[in-house]
């Protein structure tokens, strides 16, 4: 059975933030970069613990997915077999704040 995948209020703040940007300069990279992003999560529902721990924060159920320059930031939740995906985060940002 796959994970079910629940992207945060924050992580769609990110996401829309990221977008919003980039779309200033150039419209279609910021869409197909926003896509791209959603994209990398889908993975995870038969995946959970394909990305890396966050090297921040060495917690097993803490991981990320890097699609350079951002971190995907999520929380695994075996027990329910839930994602939480908790930040896109640009890495010049630093430690994500989770």
Partial sequence: MDYQ?????????????????????????????????????????????????????NLPAIRELILPPYRIVYRVNHAQKIIGVARFWHSARGIPQV
Avoid: C, H
Wanted: proline content about 6%; overall charge negative.
């Fill in 5 to 57: 995948i629940i992207t945060s209020p924050r992580a769609i703040l990110d996401l829309a933030e990221i977008v919003r940007y980039i779309a200033q300069d150039n419209s279609v990279a910021a869409a197909k970069l926003g896509y791209a992003l959603i994209e990398k999560t889908k993975i995870l529902a038969e995946w959970p613990e394909m990305g890396r721990m966050v090297p921040e924060f």
